[in-house]
């Protein structure tokens, strides 16, 4: 059985962002359902899952409506024993909790002055001594998981991917989003986050809307986001290599060139959402690499 999950735009809600992870990144089943953050609709669109006034929010297979990402994880932690939320040793995830707990509550000179958007980075923007003050206790965290319980061959604060990486990466956004000053391995961790395909599925989704005017940002200049470049995508027309798409296995309509090639999809919304990031969708490089021998 699967879960509603009810999030805002991808591109700036990044409460939302830690609400999806915490489905897609773990394998735990969910269809996914978009509140009208920014068009007026929100409290009609959540007016069956009081007390719900903010996304994100999940229903459970069994009807239950539960908001706010803290209450979600431990949720999906009781209720999914097996797939690796929290560190599986006790200490680091107590460790892991406290993490959690102080990024839920905390960084408000960062949650303020530099709201998450996913464009690009903001150019000329100067940090606060407060919003310094934040990035200096984030670095602490981190640097203080990943030196007891981080693995040399993973980036992830407690080797694995946890839920504890998972309310960080609205936080790397953020970083990266308005290039603030970090330390490398601070960085690394925060670019760990924008390669991941699991992240990039999210961005690529949310920038298939567009904006205007574009909110928190005010007009600034925006340079390039900072994550991988994405491969040269187009749309275009057919007909394509394959015969039905990638994702749902429906018969092609819809096509797309990379390097040279023609690919089917069986509607524009699969197309586009693998035009903006072709490698962030496992299952087309999947194909791909298949055709290409």
């Known amino acids: 059985m699967s879960y509603d999950l009810y999030i805002g735009d991808q ?68 209720r999914h024993p097996y797939a690796g939320l929290w560190p599986e040793d006790p200490a680091a995830r107590a460790l892991a909790r406290w993490l959690v707990a102080e990024m839920h509550s905390g960084f408000g000179a960062l949650r303020g002055d530099c709201p998450m958007q996913l464009l690009g980075v903001v150019e000329g923007f100067e940090p606060s001594d407060a919003v310094l003050a934040d990035l200096a206790r984030i670095e602490e965290l981190w640097s203080i998981a990943r030196t007891k319980f981080g693995r040399a061959d993973s980036p992830w604060l407690f080797g694995d991917y946890s839920l504890a990486d998972v309310f960080y990466a609205p936080v790397a956004a953020r970083i990266a989003g308005f290039g603030l000053p970090i330390s490398a391995e601070a960085g690394a961790y925060v670019s760990a986050h924008l390669a991941d395909p699991v992240f990039r599925r999210w961005r690529a989704v949310g920038l298939l809307k567009s904006y205007d005017p574009v909110p928190y940002i005010d007009g600034l200049p925006l340079a390039a986001w900072p994550g991988p470049a994405p491969m040269a995508a187009v749309a275009c027309e057919g007909p394509s290599l394959n ?6 296995g429906d018969p ?29 969708w496992p299952a087309f490089m999947e194909m791909v690499a298949a055709h290409n021998g």
């Not at 007016?47 to 999940?58: C, G």
């Not at 015969?243 to 749902?248: E, M, N």
């Open 11 to 78: 591109t700036f809600s990044s409460w939302s962002l830690r609400g999806w992870l915490m489905f897609e990144a773990f394998n735990i089943p969910f269809r996914t359902h978009l509140a009208g953050l920014y068009s007026g609709t929100l409290k009609e669109d959540l007016a069956e899952l009081a007390p719900a006034r903010f996304v994100p929010v999940m229903k459970t297979p069994d009807g239950v409506p539960v908001g706010d990402t803290l209450a979600m994880a431990e949720t999906l932690a009781e």
């Open 243 to 248: 015969d039905t798409c990638p994702y749902s």
């Open 252 to 280: 092609v309509t819809d096509f797309l060139k990379l390097d040279g090639r023609a690919w089917g999809f069986c509607n524009p919304g699969c197309r586009d959402k693998t035009v903006k990031d072709p490698e962030a």
